[in-house]
């Protein structure tokens, strides 16, 4: 099986351990002062950052899964598989549509919620657990990268079908 098809069954798992993975091995470095924690401004700037980067990766995905949706409604089903006009007019009869679109709303809503639990411990987080936030900016960063890679290769699988 391939490794693609294992991190598709459960991708928001595998990127919450590979986030809270490096967000651990940040917090042993910065505890073995390998890596120095940032002053505190520039941890709450960048948590900012990412949940505004979050909030507005959600715009995009939201808008493909819009467009998605609209080539569905004016898709019509063939009787046979040569009768579709296109390999993407056939995506939209089988069950990687539903899977598909299941994969954006998931990575929409981890967004979402990532870019509102940044705002949350920015705004409640004392400076004395600066260490912790810079922690769990790295954490963040990696469940933002990881959220909008899925959505890239999804969208290029989609695309893929589409230059058929």
Known sequence: MKLINIYFKS?????????????????????????????????????????????????????????????????RKKDKIENY????????????????????????????VLGLVDYIFKVITPKCFTEYLFCFLIFSLFILALTLMRCLLILSKVLTLQNR
């Open 85 to 112: 006009d296109s390999a993407l007019d056939f995506f939209f009869q089988t069950p990687l549509y539903a899977q598909t679109t299941s994969h954006l709303k998931n990575c929409i809503k981890s967004l979402v």
């Open 11 to 75: 991708p928001l798992t595998w990127d919450c351990l590979i986030s809270v993975g490096m967000a651990i091995a940040t917090y042993k470095l910065t505890c073995n002062k390998v890596v120095e924690v940032p002053k505190h401004d520039f941890i709450l700037s960048s948590v900012s950052d990412i949940a505004n980067i979050s909030f507005s990766s959600t715009g995009f995905i939201l808008t493909i899964l819009t467009v998605l949706i609209t080539f569905k409604a004016s898709s």
